[in-house]
């Protein structure tokens, strides 16, 4: 089993401005811990986490890959959540590439189709619509109508994004409506399965995978 990522270098107070690993996170590694084989199989040339937040799950997935000669990039709209990504990067004695954009604006079209391997924890949960797109702690939960506004938004540039061989994750809870995800991302080319499942309260959570069939 591998450890969780060490984030002591956070506090109590960094939490008012990023989002704190939970139990979407550790549902996020330990989907991952299930991949190891199939990741290091993969070998990714450059992998991307849209939306990193704490840097946790970078850093578990960096862990994961070793010595590869990866470069690991992730993007944040919150200029904390990018300060602390770097900061669980140093800790963690990883090199990460931080991007500080709205989703993937940075890295289009530089990067197109160049993708191994990316991964998002989105917001998800259902909230108003004004809600969605702050560049504070809210942007990383506030999914607005179904938690659905952010994820549809970027689906189209999977495709757009992953190499040929890439792979996508992401997290998705029942409220999303998974079934209707994963059909919108067949007729874009893509076959996907469920890595993981986990109830956590009310919420039932889901960790997607995608790969190319196209």
Known sequence: MLPTPDLSHLKRQD?????????????????????????KELNPAISLEVGSGSGCVTAFVGKILGESNCLKLCTDINPKAARATQGTAKQNQLSVDIIETHLTNGILPR?????DLMYF?????LTPSEEVGSHSVEAAWAGGIDGREVIDEFMPYIKQ??????????????????????????RDGFESSI????????????????????
């Open 15 to 39: 939490y008012q401005f990023i989002y704190e690993p939970a139990e979407d996170t550790f549902l996020f590694l330990d989907a991952f811990e299930d991949e190891v084989s199939y990741l």
């Open 111 to 115: 990067l197109g189709g160049k993708i």
């Open 121 to 125: 924890n989105p917001p998800y949960v």
């Open 161 to 186: 994004l992953l190499s040929p061989k890439g792979v996508f994750y992401m997290v998705v809870v029942n409220e999303n409506k998974p079934d209707d995800i994963r059909e919108i991302m067949k």
């Open 195 to 214: 890595v993981r499942t986990r109830l956590a309260g009310r919420e039932k959570l889901f960790i997607l995978k995608f790969v190319r069939t196209a």
